[in-house]
C-alpha cells in the first residue's frame, strides 16, 4: 500500500499562496482556520525560502501520541485524521504538533474554541465517502475520487508535491542531482542512506 506524503520543494516555492486558496476553496474552512499556510524564512534577504506547511501525516504522530480521547486514527494510505465526533477540544494536539497543523476553529476560552480541525490529505474523515455528513465536517474526499490533495495540484511550480511517497521521494532526488547538490543537500543522508557520487 502507498504511504502518503507531502513534500515542500524550497528551490521552487515563489510565497503565491495558491496552495493556501485552494485548500480554503475546496474544502469551505472556515474564517480564521488555514488547514495549510506558507512560511518564509529570511524574508527579503539573500538566502530567501519560502515553504508550504501542514500536516505532515507523521508515521509515529505526536498528535495521536497524546490525545486522551484517541480521536486520531491512521488510514490504510498512511494519512492521519481525526474524529470530530470523538474530539473534546483539549488542544494537547495542539502543542504536541511541530508543524501546527490541528488548530481551533475559534478564537475564546477554553472549551468555546471548538473541536481540532486539521489537514485532511484530501481524504475526508471517518464517515462514508463523499457523504454530505464528511463534506460538511471535513471538506471534500479528493483520495476516494482517485485524486490528489488540490494545494499540490494548484501548486504552479509543482513546489508542493503529494502522494506516494516513493514516488515523491524519487522525484526530489531527480531535481536535486540536476541541481548539482550531490550528497551536500540537507537531508540527504538521512532521506536516502546513502552518499552522491557525480
Known amino acids: 500500500m502507498a504511504r502518503m506524503k507531502f513534500l515542500c520543494d524550497a528551490d521552487r516555492c515563489i510565497e503565491?499562496?495558491?496552495c493556501v486558496t485552494a485548500c480554503k476553496n475546496e474544502h469551505d474552512v472556515p474564517w480564521g482556520i488555514n488547514r495549510r499556510r506558507v512560511v518564509t524564512i529570511n524574508d527579503g534577504r539573500p538566502g530567501e525560502r519560502s515553504v508550504s506547511m501542514a500536516c505532515m501525516h507523521c508515521t509515529d504522530a505526536p498528535c495521536a501520541a497524546?490525545?486522551?480521547v484517541d480521536c486520531f486514527f491512521t488510514t490504510a494510505d498512511a494519512v492521519v485524521l481525526h474524529s470530530k465526533?470523538?474530539?473534546?477540544g483539549c488542544g494537547y494536539c495542539f502543542y504536541a504538533c511541530p508543524f501546527g497543523a490541528p488548530q481551533y476553529p475559534r478564537l475564546g476560552n477554553f472549551g468555546s474554541r471548538g473541536k481540532m480541525d486539521k489537514c485532511t490529505y484530501c481524504s475526508g474523515g471517518p464517515e462514508p465517502d463523499n457523504s454530505a455528513a464528511e463534506y460538511e465536517k471535513y471538506?471534500?474526499?479528493r483520495l476516494a475520487q482517485g485524486k490528489l490533495?488540490?494545494?499540490a495540484e494548484m501548486c504552479s511550480t509543482k513546489s508542493l508535491l503529494?502522494?506516494?511517497g516513493e514516488i515523491i521521494a524519487s522525484i526530489y532526488k531527480q531535481r536535486v542531482l540536476q541541481r548539482g547538490y550531490g550528497s551536500g543537500a540537507w537531508g540527504w543522508q538521512t532521506a536516502y542512506r546513502e552518499g552522491i557520487t557525480v
Open 16 to 18: 503565491c499562496n495558491a
Open 66 to 68: 497524546v490525545c486522551p
Open 85 to 88: 465526533d470523538l474530539c473534546i
Open 139 to 141: 471538506g471534500a474526499n
Open 149 to 151: 490533495p488540490l494545494c
Open 162 to 164: 503529494a502522494g506516494d
